[in-house]
């Protein structure tokens, strides 16, 4: 590894350097893939990777040794941050939603994240279409950073699905998705990225995950995050582990019942948060008070949105007793879980204090008040990754995480 310094690394090299199941050899992947994720100083790392701080100040000057990492200049031990040298490598992120698709890609050696939006899915059918869009996605993007297929390392992917934690297969889906989800995800990529392992998982756990790694969320010991888009899906990133329950149903906020006397909901249950704030069910209501008048009419969620930021006295107010149905919905939440941030996201998320204020009013009215009047109360913020929340969490997840044979469980 020595001779790092005349040839470029390569990433996919360097993490199976030492692939023993030694404790060192273990404890220099989980530092080495904790930096790759994000550059940090020894005390981040050592509470990122919940080594102590002995063992990461060891491992840091053996890889700085090998010229893997470099040791940024900076004021005092502490404020010194490890990166990796240059190394050709990539990480990819998916996020599968129910109508679009987002890849982020990042080359290992650099923080800036490239990242496309792929178009409207055709759903429904048994050839996983998106499959292939998706490769061709992030081959461009690799592309464009004069990178090639062999450079990927890791693949996370995350989908609109309950995903079992240990077998990683999806255990229900509630979106005209169904069929495509079937059989094992990990293996979906393999004729083109052979041998990289895909990490699995609900596309709202990786978003909680996304916020915690890079987003508002940085280091919150219990974040919940909300994502309310054309359906409401919910992470729990609980002292940096993505909780997923036995099943993988763990945050399915939007199937929370509301209403037992609401209407049915496509989960089959009845009067759930979604029937009451679901992105379609939202255009719908704007659309229902228009009825008989010569108005434009808003088609989609992103239309309301900014139709309410132009004062759109229905779609303002549509959006604020969306808030309130989430707030109340997000109290019984916190009353259980008790986290110290909640952050909402996804499409209304976007919409920023025209939902959140009333999210946070209703929320607050509901929850046990010791969590508001602690020195540290729970607070609800939006998103700071926006839509990108969770092809970011994906690529950090599988980055982060050493693959298995089986996905990694809670
Ligand atoms: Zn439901």
New binding site residues.
């Given amino acids: 590894m020595t001779s790092g310094r005349r040839r470029l690394l390569e990433a996919r090299t360097v993490l199976s350097a030492s692939s023993d199941s030694s404790v060192r050899a273990l404890n220099t992947r989980r530092v080495l893939r904790a930096v790759m994720v994000l550059p940090a100083t020894q005390v981040q790392l050592a509470r990122r990777t919940g080594l102590s701080q002995a063992t990461v100040s060891g491992v840091v000057g053996r890889l700085q040794q090998e010229g893997v990492v470099e040791v940024d200049e900076g004021e005092g031990e502490r404020g010194k941050r490890v990166r990796v040298a240059p190394m050709r490598g990539a990480a990819v992120g998916i996020e599968v939603g129910h109508d679009r698709l987002i890849v982020a890609l990042r080359r290992i050696d650099n923080e800036e994240v490239l990242h496309q939006g792929g178009n409207r899915l055709v759903v429904g059918r048994d050839d996983r279409a998106w499959v292939g869009e998706a490769v061709r996605l992030i081959d461009d993007l690799l592309e464009s950073t004069g990178m090639v297929a062999a450079d990927v390392v890791s693949i996370g992917l995350g989908l609109p699905a309950a995903v079992d934690p240990r077998r990683g297969r999806v255990n229900q889906s ?1 979106t005209a998705m169904k069929e495509d989800l079937r059989g094992n995800p990990a293996t979906w990529f393999e004729e083109h990225y052979p041998g990289v392992p895909v990490v699995v998982d609900n596309e709202a756990n990786f978003a909680a995950y996304g916020e915690y790694t890079y987003g508002v969320g940085r280091d919150a010991e219990v974040l919940l995050f909300v994502k309310a888009s054309t359906g409401i899906g919910a992470g729990l990133v609980i002292g940096g582990t993505v909780f997923r329950g036995r099943h993988g149903f763990a945050g399915e906020v ?2 929370l019942t509301m209403d037992p006397n609401g209407l049915v ?5 009845r009067g ?4 009451l704030v679901s992105g379609p069910r939202l255009v719908e209501e704007v659309r229902q008070a228009y009825r008989g008048h010569r108005v434009d009419l808003p088609m989609t969620l992103a239309g309301l949105i900014e139709r309410a930021r132009a004062h759109d006295p229905v779609c303002v107010r549509v959006l604020q007793d969306a808030g309130r149905n989430i707030g109340l919905a997000l109290a019984r939440v916190c009353n259980i879980v008790n986290p110290d941030l909640v952050v909402l996201g996804g499409e209304l998320g976007e919409a920023g204090d025209l939902v959140r204020k009333h999210a946070a009013r209703d929320l607050e009215r509901n929850v046990l008040t010791g969590m508001l009047e602690h020195e540290h109360p729970v607070v609800v913020r939006v998103s700071e990754l926006g839509l990108l929340a969770g092809p970011r969490g994906a690529l950090a997840f599988a980055l982060s995480n050493e693959p298995t044979a089986q996905p990694s469980s809670f």
Avoid: A, I
């Fill in positions: 509630v939007g199937h909901c496509r989960c089959g249950n759930c948060l979604e029937t």
